[in-house]
């Protein structure tokens, strides 16, 4: 490594320390601060909350790395510039590029052990840290619905509900996970959840239950109610909350996600299949690219031309058809309808949760190779700005890391709906960053 090298990552390297600690114990006390309330009235060890705020680090640290990185890069090279070591480089025939590549070999190394803790020591942290979280709840159990996701944490059914208001929820819908032949599905116009320290209960309002036999659609059954209760078991919610093989996406390592990937892609695979079987019983022909729009529209076809064949049998034969036979015919066609609708509610479910583990893998490697594209980015806008002082550093690197930060949380909302490519969604920050970068890094080579 040549002496310049040498030099440059050494005038990198203390800024970086320095910056690292200063945003890690800002985030950290901001973390502090709302996690006040949760430890009143516990009685808990201080062992047991030094653990829970130590687990917490991992997050925070994985955040203030490229953070930490960018402002240190931008301090060096603004001193640089501003005390001329640049010029004097550029006046020994020293290219930028050649100025800028310690720069951005330092921010390389930082990124490749900010991509292994992020693969193999985040995941663990996070995972420990719900655990313990979960313990510390378990006092007043709560059920954390984000509204337009399906809740699976509830151990006899799936939830999902359309808007959230404190305890209170509108439009919800209730799937049973049982395991027989019988479906349960249940809509209601809004909701509330309570708990206490046995049980957590949903009070439903307005709304009706289906249920439907999977291996005879003619046996149906709908029940209207006004107020209807689910009581779960809090000893049941919290067991399987607390399973060894339950993770959520930010607590999985790659090739954990790979594989829940691989098992939801066999599941929608049987629905498919289940799909095509109800399908061609009814004489619907059936291919991959149908949707449910077209799809109830081929049912109301073959609706209205049962209802045809009906009134022709009639006309021609003389006979009169029992009025319960066409009310049968009709409800069994608006029982496909309504178990298709259920059916492609499932797939739905199951890309979204396939986004959500794809985004989160690449978001392993994006942040990572953030890191890079920052050094890239904040060394010729160090030498641009020509100052090296922390006030302009530190502003100019928060507005960059803001505009990143919000970039990867747009494109990762995108792509968790199904509305944006999911490798495109995760790499987009990046991309920009990377023009940003090149821009920046023109300007600085033209600069006399």
């Not at 709840?137 to 399906?150: A, D, R």
């Not at 058809?321 to 509610?345: A, D, G, H, T």
Request: a neutral charge; one cysteine or more.
């Amino acid at each position: 490594m040549s002496t310049l090298n040498k030099y440059l990552i050494k005038e990198s390297l203390i800024p970086f320390l320095l910056s690292l600690g200063v945003i890690t114990m800002v985030l950290f006390l901001q973390f502090l601060i709302r996690a006040v309330d949760r430890f009143l009235g516990k009685g808990l060890d201080v062992w047991i909350i030094l653990e829970y705020l130590y687990l917490n680090l991992a997050w925070i640290i994985a955040l203030s790395v490229p953070m930490s990185l960018l402002i240190s890069t931008v301090m060096t090279y603004g001193r640089m510039s501003q005390d001329n070591e640049v010029t004097a480089l550029k006046a020994a025939g020293v290219s930028v590029f050649s100025i800028i590549k310690p720069a951005v070999l330092f921010g390389g190394l930082i990124g490749l052990l900010l991509c292994l803790f992020n693969n193999f020591v985040l995941p663990d942290m996070n995972y420990h840290a719900r655990l313990l979280a979960k313990d510390i709840y378990q006092k007043k159990p709560e059920l954390t619905i984000e509204p337009g996701y399906f809740i699976n944490t509830i151990p006899q059914y799936s939830m999902i509900v359309r808007e959230m208001d404190g305890n209170e929820f509108k439009d919800v819908k209730i799937f049973s996970k049982s395991s027989g032949s019988e479906q349960t599905t249940i809509y209601a116009d809004k909701g509330k959840l309570t708990s206490n320290q046995d049980i957590v209960i949903l009070d439903l309002e307005n709304g009706e239950i289906h249920e439907i036999d999977l291996e005879n659609y003619n046996h149906y059954r709908k029940i209207k109610f006004s107020t209807h209760q689910i009581t779960i078991s809090i000893d049941d919610l919290l067991l399987n909350r607390s399973s060894e093989s339950v993770r959520t996406d930010r607590e999985m390592k790659v090739p954990q996600m790979i594989e829940k990937i691989k098992k939801n892609e066999q599941y929608t695979v049987q629905i498919d299949k289940r799909i095509k079987t109800l399908l061609e019983n009814n004489k619907i022909q059936w291919n991959k690219d149908m949707n449910l729009d077209s799809i109830l529209m081929a049912i109301e076809v073959l609706k209205e031309n049962n209802e045809q064949i009906t009134a022709d049998k009639i006309y021609q034969d003389g006979i009169s058809i029992p009025e319960y036979e066409k009310k049968e015919k009709l409800r069994s066609f608006n029982n496909i309808s309504r178990q298709l609708e259920n059916e492609f509610m499932l797939i739905s479910n199951y890309e979204k949760m396939n986004n959500k583990y794809l985004v989160e893998i690449h978001k392993k490697f994006t942040l990572a190779f953030a890191c890079l594209l920052f050094a890239m980015t904040g060394a010729p806008l160090g030498i641009l700005v020509k100052r090296g002082g922390i006030t302009i550093a530190s502003g100019l690197s928060i507005v960059f890391f803001l505009v990143y930060y919000i970039l990867l949380i747009w494109g990762e909302q995108l792509a968790d709906r199904n509305l944006l490519d999911p490798t495109f969604g995760s790499w987009m920050p990046n991309i920009i960053l990377f023009i940003v970068g090149g821009i920046l890094l023109f300007l600085s080579d033209k600069q006399n």
